[in-house]
């Protein structure tokens, strides 16, 4: 049964090669003429620059939280491996979304040069660098947890329980590494994308990506820093989090099972599913093709086609892995598995209605610019609204299902113990099949920012109209099967946020154990508050601890930790929209002021001093994502040194709540809005730079810099909270 | 001891009268021209109309719900009194709003009148009329308490607990009423407001109410329907839920006392503290005038100076109150008072800060016009979104101080049964503390309104310049009166909410018994999932209540009904956001084909067809208003039927966090855009007419129709699990 980690560690170095294989073929074709390279060298060398100026930031908060985690460890608060594994979901994190983005950056080029062709060469291109992405996120997800796991087993003589808890801290480091990749990535394309769009194709009218304007190269990058870097980090915390948090519950699941090596299988579970995933995925990749003579219809064909066979194969194959592992109640848990994937079908499928231009709500929203820019507001922000309702249900009822499928429907002992330990570990594994096949899924979401870019490069060397169209065309088929993969991704953070939870009460649980044993380390007087034995600790569930720390809703500590949770989402979010904002202002003074000042810039005379811009935007990130990002690790610990655990928790389930709703409700608000905005582009209701026009870039911020956010935000903040826990048990305030 | 309650009787009669006196003196004045009176008087039929409309659609909600109740009764899931008590309370709510608009359409041309003459002059109608109102409510509510108190003591055998938790019924009428007003008003007020601004000012370059604009007499009908109709409704249903909910509380929290009539003296307390803020109202209401050479600071000096008065008084004259009432730990829950009072303040003070033009935070929205409608969109949302912050954390620490001041700062003992109905009681009588001088801050809000009306009236009647720019002071000066008004409503609110949630989990202890009675009704097989005996039931504490139905936050049940109480606060703004917008639509259609078809409209030559728009407004209000409000009682039953009374309270809670920060981030982003839009048509940043302007016109719907309602949404979803915990307890799927 141990040697089931290592089909996980081959998994990982399969997804790795093939990473590598996809990346080689990639860099073969060819990157077309001289401009298309020198302006593909200009977005690259901006895009690395940014990202190691990111870096240095980053690495200055990893250093101090480390350094804070030992000084924990050494009295006994944490354990002295969470430090160093805490780097180490950081660096991955961080690589991952390296990687993605170098190879985004070597592929645009390529990728219209391949459109030069046809379509479906361009899709290749474009498809198989996203591909990339996908199966590096999974790869080095899977490396990371299979490593650490044998290097737990064999140098620690922690149980299994404590293992899989410490796991959970590198989540810590990739869940801070992905929310300044978001936050700052997401500032600075927005910036430069509101900043170029507000000037160049509203007020001078010119073409998105027009050499002439100065944000264009600015722009670019930022789709590679935001859309790409981001989302790698992004992605890759969601899926090492959900596998680890549900490892965690599985392990404190079955910790008491009468069954010898249950407790294992219930670790591996998730992982070996998640390593099957990456297999299907890679046969799902390859069956993205088409002929020649393709159309939009087809490609997008093709691209069901692939994600839709690994989902199924997946589902499928849940059934057999579960029940080879031999794990209680397998065909249960199988379905959870199975409620996940189509939880995240369904939420993806609404996210699609609710946010194209080829369904009733976006049109509503363009319809209303003919009553001006208000109206347009108005509208689309109450579509984003009521667009909250079917994900909510449906996560509802995903929660309930994957639960009582994991607890046999055993309704009658809803909250026993052992059935509160199982039906979390369902609702954990559903999240995890949300997840699985995120190998060909995060291709499908990744390969739109790189045609996106290939437009831009397309644009800028003049490759003329039809190239241009082939790339919007396979941007705008992004969009569609991106909408499917926010679906996932939305939906599988809420319900990792959940299983996180309740690794936070484990967490407690351990805490205090640990505590408790370095009470001779001069922690004696501090632990007095603990009236607890080890014995009594051992033997405690998980309700029992939601007595004994008074955890119900009518203790005021966990309502004004719901309060503050919910606030928490809408402050993080103003924070980071009116980063946007500022810069963007900046951004849009120092166009205009180009546009003015350098004579000629508009008879394309003149060169536009892109580097200004480029300096804007990377500014602009990395003042405003300190603030936010820190904020987030804070609210936690404050509200535990001051509620206890009972704030904790009320803070958690405050966050996730209105996180989850309002990160819907931007996500669509945005999401329609630059649908919107790319139909009155077509030439409806007023056309470019109308004041409809204009209305709609409001859009971006919500949909690619608050809205991603939220999702880590939710579950940063759980992660610090299970970091910390040693520090809450044993000192608060009131 | 009995006695009290006549003295709150004596306090509501006093209120009406002073009421009734202020009515007659204000119709004493005189109402101006012939086309003055006319013009009064076609907002006034317009007014009287529209409400007309509503109550038709209202009474036939109430009377279907009504019926249900009766049927319950019937069935042992209510008591017989509850029908007939929830219609009272529909019934003064909604007079209270009639009242107050009925002296507003009265009031509006003699102000304007009075303002011919002097600022003071203007002032001293404008603010007595809106004393009207302040006291119609109180006397009102208190009138409504009084009655059905002295009622169910003298004709029933119940014992208090359940007297108090019964009268909380008729708070289910205020709030279904109020819902309905705040709703309709609101569609009909912003579809008018939206629909007139957007074509008359920033197509048509014509003034505010200018008599060319086809939607101005809507417009000013919107103002008395929408702003005072509504806002009159709102507040009863507020009031009165906070002093029903604290005596309740304190029925229970004093259940088994010890000494003889501390039970009473609980209850009596808040209504007392009420009482005495009527007297203290009254006396701060003449305390507003000035000398004739007035100015506006020496007119917002007088204003405070009311306000502040009673406040102050009403701190002191607290201690002496609860004192002499010689209830348990007085100067404790003296203190619980007066942390609601200053909470209210900081918030008051917060808002202002936040939505007036004269600090920082609007300005900067103003100033983001300069780059266009995009940024001042994404400057406004972040605005409020970040000026959530500071309301949370007041309230967060109000509820703590208020729930610790009412225990003797226990902590050792946070969460015992005795601490915990206690602490509650101060939370609840917090929010009494903070309403209680409601008489003369409502008289301040309403005012605004009716100065705002006065306007229009002046600029239709051709007033001149400097009477528009007095009413233009005085709605200014309102503005920022109305500010502080809006923190106590919104922190009083919140509050009320938590003291409901205790206030839900007596009421099922009481359904449980009275479902225990009844068994032999035919109910007995239902009530097998009942496994409490009826002594158990009577020892049982609030946390055992908890622990008994697991409302803690690992259960899944708990953590749905989160998400969905999240949810629903999303989806009820987003409703009524899409009601104004489409409403708006159709308004902006009309008075631009006015403006097309009739010859001479532009030149006044021809006069418009003002009935059509008023038509217009009317009917999107019907139609709309329905389903957000009945969506709001079906979802508390629903959630109730499936996931039982944990489910309730986590849907309850979700609701009141994530719907109190989205009202607070809906009223000041919206705050800060109509003072934007405001400063915006001075002459900055374009001036009227300008993209600029185009897009704060946004703002309305936030602040006017969406964010005021979700006070109401909470409190009602409360109240109605609280009418049906009936049911709840005898039937559940899962």
Known sequence: MDLVIY??????????????????????EDEGTDLMKKIALHVRNGAMAYLKQQYKVVIIVFVILAVIFAVMAYFGLQNEWVWFAFLTGGFFSGLAGFFGMKT????????????????????????????????TVVGLALLDISLWFIILTQFTDYDLVVITTTMLTFGMGASTQALFARVGGGIYTKAADVGADLVGKTEYNIPEDDPRNPATIAD?????????AGMGADLYESYAGSILATSALGAAAFAKSAIDGMQLKAIFAPMLIAAVGVLLSIIGIFMV???????????LAALSRGTNTSSILIAVATFFILWGLGIENWLGISFSVVVGLVAGVIIGKFTEYYTSQSYKPTQKVSESANTGPATVIISGLGLGMISTAVPVLTIGVAIILAYLCATGFDVNNFMSAENLSLGLYGIGIAAVGMLSTLGITLATDAYGPIADNAGGNAEMSGLGAEVRKRTDALDALGNTTAATGKGFAIGSAALTALALLASYVEEIKIALVRVAEHASNGLAQITDNIA?????IHAASLVDFMNYYEVNLMNPKVLIGVFIGAMMSFLFCGLTMNAVGRAAQKMVEEVRRQF????????????????????????GAQQEMLFPSLLAIIAPIAVGVIFGVAGVLGLLIGGLSTGFVLAVFMANSGGA????????????????GSDQHKATVVGDPFKDTAGPSLNILIKLMSMVSIVMAGLTVTFTLI
Chains 1, 2 share one sequence.
């Open 7 to 28: 089909l996980v560690l081959a998994a990982s170095i399969l997804a790795l090669g093939f990473a590598f294989y996809f990346y080689k073929s990639m860099l073969k």
């Open 104 to 135: 985004a950056t070597y592929a645009s080029a390529r990728t219209a040069n391949a459109a030069k062709n046809s379509l479906n060469d361009g899709l290749k291109v474009a498809f198989r660098s996203g591909a990339v992405m996908g199966l």
């Open 220 to 228: 670019n990058v930022g789709d590679n820093v935001g859309d790409v």
């Open 289 to 299: 093709k088409t002929k020649e003579d393709t159309n939009m219809k087809k490609l």
């Open 532 to 536: 607890l034995t080890a014995e009594e």
């Open 596 to 619: 003015r000042e350098i004579k000629g810039i508009l008879e394309g005379k003149a060169e536009p001093d892109y580097a200004r811009c480029v300096g804007i935007s990377t500014k």
């Open 673 to 688: 809005w630059d649908n919107a905005k790319k139909y009155i582009e077509e030439g409806n209701f007023g056309g470019k």
